[in-house]
């Protein structure tokens, strides 16, 4: 048998050893997660700084939507109104041309009755001429 303590030196020594050897293993283990977590860490900073740019734009998006809705409510209000402006208008004219028509229609009426009034006046005046002027020479017999 061997002297005491020289037998299990070795295996002490190679446990040992084995010990350190995984040490240093879970030392690099722990450095590499150490690592990787704050990568990890740097990653989801990013993220959240582009979550929350993200948020900022869609809010940003929201408000345009919404006015641009205000603005084409207000489009299509104005549509309609110039709609039944449009309408109303094309009414009056309608109105105006119907008025022309008439108008026109007494105008050349009012026209032809003074026309022949005229040539009545005329005619009288011409005989009324034509009786004084015979009358001038061939005097009546007394």
């Known amino acids: 048998?061997?002297?005491?303590?020289?037998?299990?030196?070795?295996?002490?020594?190679?446990?040992?050893?084995?010990?350190?050897?995984?040490?240093?293993?879970?030392?690099?283990?722990?450095?590499?997660?150490?690592?990787y977590l704050k990568t990890t860490l740097k990653y989801l900073k990013t993220t959240l700084k582009y979550l929350k740019t993200t948020l900022k734009y869609?809010?940003?998006?929201?408000?345009?939507?919404?006015?641009?809705?205000?603005?084409?409510?207000?489009?299509l209000k104005y549509l309609k109104t110039t709609l039944k402006y449009l309408k109303t208008t094309l009414k009056y004219l309608k109105t105006t041309l119907k008025y022309l028509k008439t108008t026109l229609k007494y105008f050349f009426l009012s026209v032809q009755w003074h026309s022949m009034c005229f040539v009545a006046i005329v005619i009288l005046l011409s005989q009324s001429l034509l009786i004084n002027l015979a009358l001038r020479f061939y005097p009546a017999s007394e």
């Open 1 to 35: 048998m061997p002297a005491a303590g020289y037998a299990y030196a070795p295996a002490y020594l190679i446990a040992v050893r084995q010990s350190l050897k995984y040490s240093n293993t879970t030392s690099e283990y722990l450095k590499t997660t150490l690592k």
């Open 58 to 75: 869609l809010k940003t998006t929201l408000k345009y939507l919404k006015t641009t809705l205000k603005y084409l409510k207000t489009t």
